[in-house]
């Protein structure tokens, strides 16, 4: 039996959003319109959408660098209940604790149900509050279910979402989203690579990872394995990244093609030859990949939640994953590359993890920092650091 001693007491926090009634519009690049009700920033916005099946973590989810450039569709009907933590939070070494980077990556957001009251212990401020204040739309009432089977049965496409104090002219927001950039062409490391050097941590032993759209979550757990963390840009010369003395790389997840990041794949093929331990995530997966002479192809819909099975060719134990990824290395290229498959995906066969046949270089597609997400997969953390203690 407990007793009242046993627990901690903490105070709830319980906020209302002052929503103005605002119009949302949802318009696709093949014609279809979706009304709604528009909340957060009024603005225009294009980019691709797409669909998270993940039930909570929407706060790390429209941080995360990878949905730079898209519109993030969340499955879940009811979003927004338990508002958003304070922004300003940090650990030790200055690394916000709630979020994944330093403002909302997503252009947009779509959900089928705003929950304008938030209750929370670590309420800060509502969902839709913070999306004002970071200038980003959102709309609500849309059949996110019927949405999904869309984009699963066409693929991810580009949209424009519209939020108005007015009424909205799609005829010219139609004309705007013809001549859009497309996601495929666009090239985001400016907008979320770091600009410079950052360190954290003063442990004696150095990783150093590749900015290409780094989540916090990735240097923290590089942290809590006893090592340094130095984060440099995307495209920082071989030369220079050495200088640091690492013990090993992370090339991180980030946004887009993976082709459009060539420096980091010179960068990757220089590591993998001088046989530098070697950990890529996601993008850095894809990067890593090519760089082994793998090759890389845009999945339909991708891969976006946080209960994905993945199973691990080496036990044939399944893993529950946290994932977010639209392109992949394609299955068939592996024959010929420098690689082994080493995780697959139990839904769709999709590759999921790599090992160098000969070198210190891992790779997995999904996230193992979870963030969100289950912390199954921490240990491939500890994978890399057994490759980096290895004489």
């Excluded at 519109?71 to 009811?78: D, E, Q």
């Excluded at 149900?113 to 913070?130: C, Y």
Aim: hydrophobic letters at 35%; charged letters at 25%; aromatic letters at 8%.
């Amino acid at each position: 039996m407990h007793n009242n001693s046993d627990f901690t007491r903490v105070t709830i926090t319980t906020k209302k959003s002052n929503h103005a009634k605002k119009f949302g519009k949802l318009i696709f690049d093949d014609g279809t319109v979706l009304d709604g009700q528009g909340f957060g920033y009024s603005t225009t916005v294009f980019g691709e959408i797409v669909f998270n099946t993940g039930m909570v973590g929407y706060t790390e989810a429209l941080t995360d660098p990878s949905y730079n450039g898209q519109i993030l569709t969340l499955t879940y009907p009811l979003v927004g209940n338990y508002g958003v933590p304070d922004p300003t939070i940090v650990d030790a070494d200055g690394i916000p604790k709630f979020f994944e980077s330093d403002k909302i990556q997503a252009r947009g957001l779509v959900v089928h149900e705003l929950s304008l009251t938030a209750s929370h212990w670590n309420l800060f401020m509502t969902l839709d509050e913070w999306m004002h204040n970071e200038k980003i739309p959102g709309i609500s009432g849309i059949d996110t279910r019927e949405l999904t089977k869309k984009l699963r049965t066409g693929g991810v496409m580009m949209a424009a979402l519209v939020v108005s104090d007015s009424e909205i002219n799609v005829d010219d927001v139609k004309m705007q989203l013809k001549s859009a950039t497309h996601y495929d062409s666009e090239q985001f490391m400016d907008d979320v690579s770091t600009k410079e050097e950052k360190i954290f941590g003063d442990a004696e032993n150095t990783v150093v990872v590749i900015d290409t759209g780094a989540k916090h979550a990735i240097l923290r757990n590089i942290r809590d394995i006893g090592y340094k963390v130095v984060l440099l840009p995307w495209n920082t010369p071989y030369e220079k990244i050495m200088s640091y003395n690492p013990k090993g790389i992370v090339l991180s997840s980030g946004p887009g093609d993976p082709q459009k990041c060539p420096d980091t794949i010179d960068t990757a093929k220089k590591l993998i030859e001088d046989n530098i331990p070697t950990l890529g995530i996601c993008l850095g997966a894809q990067i890593i990949g090519i760089a082994g002479n793998t090759e890389t192809y845009k999945l339909k819909y991708g891969h976006r939640g946080q209960n994905k099975p993945c199973v691990n060719l080496e036990n044939n134990q399944v893993y529950v994953t946290s994932q977010n990824h639209g392109y992949g290395i394609t299955p068939e290229s592996l024959e010929k590359s420098d690689f082994n498959l080493w995780f697959t995906n139990a839904d769709d066969k999709t590759v999921e993890g790599i090992k160098h046949k000969t070198k210190k270089c891992i790779a997995v597609q999904f996230h193992p920092e979870a963030a969100p997400g289950p912390y199954d997969c921490k240990f491939i953390f500890e994978e890399l650091k057994e490759l980096m203690e290895k004489q």
